[in-house]
DNA sequence: AAACTGACTGTTA
DNA sequence: GTAACAGCCAGTT
């Protein structure tokens, strides 16, 4: 097997297993991943996604239950997960309680 | 190799 | 409720 155990795969992995209408954090993912302390580089592995990745990045927000993209970027988030039934207000906060999943 | 960057988080005020 | 700071650590220059 030639497959490499690399950061981003891993963060690759657990973000795919995001089931729909659910959401997790940077900080969970770090977690899952055994990098407890790398949350900020979860965001930069989905900062970097390939385009066309089907992976569903919009289901990672912070700990606060908050968008952390803004302006259009934000929107677009926002959008993708009112389309899968998860309550978004105007300001990117979201019921962290009701949608968390735990991997 | 060294410096810089940041889709984070916890602490403190 | 806000804001400022300091750790954090993998990716990019």
Redesign the pocket.
């Known amino acids: 097997m030639t497959e490499q155990d690399?950061?981003?795969r891993r963060i690759w992995q657990i973000v795919a297993a995001i089931p729909y209408g659910k959401v997790t954090?940077?900080?969970d993912i770090a977690r899952l991943a055994g990098?407890p302390?790398?949350?900020?580089?979860?965001?930069?592995?989905?900062?970097?996604?390939p385009a066309g990745s089907k992976l569903p990045?919009?289901r990672?927000i912070?700990?606060?239950g908050e968008i952390?993209?803004t302006g259009a970027d934000l929107d677009r988030?926002r959008q993708a997960l009112l389309a899968e039934g998860v309550e978004v207000d105007h300001n990117g906060k979201i019921a962290l309680e009701r949608y968390r999943w735990q991997g």
């Open positions: 690399t950061f981003p954090t940077y900080g990098s302390r790398a949350a900020r580089q979860v965001g930069g592995v989905l900062k970097r996604l990045w919009h990672v912070n700990r606060l952390s993209l988030q």
